[in-house]
Every structure is written in C-alpha cells, then in structure tokens.
C-alpha cells in the first residue's frame, strides 16, 4: 500500500537532479563528438602533450571500456580515457582529456581536496551504492527508519562530493585551460562553441548528484 513520508521531499529533488545532470552531460557530449578540432588531434595524443607541457613523465594514457568512464586514477599514475575520447579527433574527446590531465597536475602539486578525496573515495562509493537499496527496502516494506538512513547516506555523500569533490573540480575549470596555452584547440574553436566549458559543469554536476 502506498503511504507519503516527509523524506520523500529530499529525495526527490536529488533524484532529479541526477536525471537532468546526466541528460545533459550525454547530450553536449554527443553534440560536440561530431566536430573535429582543426589539427586533427586524437584525445591520446593531446592528454600526452599537456603532460609533456607541464613537466610529467611518470603518467600513462591508456584505453578503457565504457562511455564517459574517463578517470584520473593517482594510485597507478594512469589516465584512462573511453574509447571514443582515446581515438577521437572531436572537440568533446580533447575537452575530455585535458580535464582529466588537469587532475594529474593537481595530483603533482599534492593538491590537499584531491588526496582526501581519494582517500574515502571507497567509503563514499559503498554509501552512493547502498542508500537507494535501503531507501526501496524501506518504502516497500513501510521501515522509515531504513529509508531515513538510505537518505542520510546519500545526503552524507552529496556534501562530500559537494566540498572535496566539488572543489578539486572548480580549481580544474576556473584555473587557466591548458590545452589553449598548448595550442590544442584553437581560440576559433573555443568562441562558437561555449557549451565545452558548460560540458565540464555538467559533468562536475554529475559528480555531486551520482557519486
């Protein structure tokens, strides 16, 4: 029998937040994969010259599974870049690596939120993963108390993505974009197609509403 509980006004919120974060994340994403930047450069290659341009030669840039599973991952020194990002020419797959690349120079520079970040990335990961089961247990078998506890798992992991997360990623948009300093992407290409830096918001928005 369905039954109203006051959570229900947080979760639902949150709940549509995430739908519209990652609609919007897919759709610029896909928009900008069908224009290719005017040097023909893959993702690979222009992940490799941002490194060589900020002095780093102990990161490796391979291939991976997925759609948009890129990542940074510091405990192996290694960019994993999707498929489509890693072999593309488009300006979505050199936005895509020169935002992860930014991650590997705030990993060198012992940038503070990013090592806390990793540090409870498991814990955070277990508590994105269990909090909507408990919250449906929870409404299918009238337990409030499981589904306050979903949503204050769930709640716990926004804030924290929300401060550490939050702001690793603001400093790797708002600092200045190396892949314009590196000649990358030409300055023409930036100007007509402002939805690139919208695409980085979307993404950190995504971040706070899923992780």
Not at 43 to 61: F, K, P, T, W
């Amino acid at each position: 029998m369905f039954f109203w509980d006051p959570t229900f006004i947080l979760i639902i919120p949150a709940l549509a937040l995430a739908i519209y974060a990652q609609v919007r994340v897919k759709n610029t994403y896909s928009k900008y994969s069908q224009i290719h930047n005017n040097r023909h450069m893959t993702g690979h290659q222009a992940a490799i010259e941002l490194l060589h341009m900020n002095g780093i030669s102990d990161v490796e840039v391979e291939e991976t599974t997925g759609t948009l599973s890129d990542h940074y991952d510091p405990r192996v020194k290694k960019v994993r870049l999707s498929h489509a990002n890693y072999q593309g020419t488009s300006l979505s797959a050199l936005a895509v690596a020169a935002h992860e690349v930014g991650h590997v120079v705030q990993h060198a520079k012992n940038y503070f939120p990013l090592h806390v970040r990793h540090m409870f990335l498991p814990i955070t990961n277990f508590g994105s993963w269990i909090a909507f089961p408990l919250f449906i247990i929870g409404f299918f078998f009238n337990t409030p108390f499981l589904m306050d506890l979903g949503i204050l798992l769930y709640g716990a992991v926004v804030v924290f993505e929300d401060r550490i997360v939050g702001q690793a990623h603001d400093t790797a948009i708002t600092e200045r974009d190396p892949s314009l300093h590196a000649e990358i992407i030409h300055k023409k290409e930036v100007v007509p197609h402002p939805d690139i830096v919208k695409q980085n918001q979307d993404r950190l928005q995504m971040a706070r509403a899923t992780s």
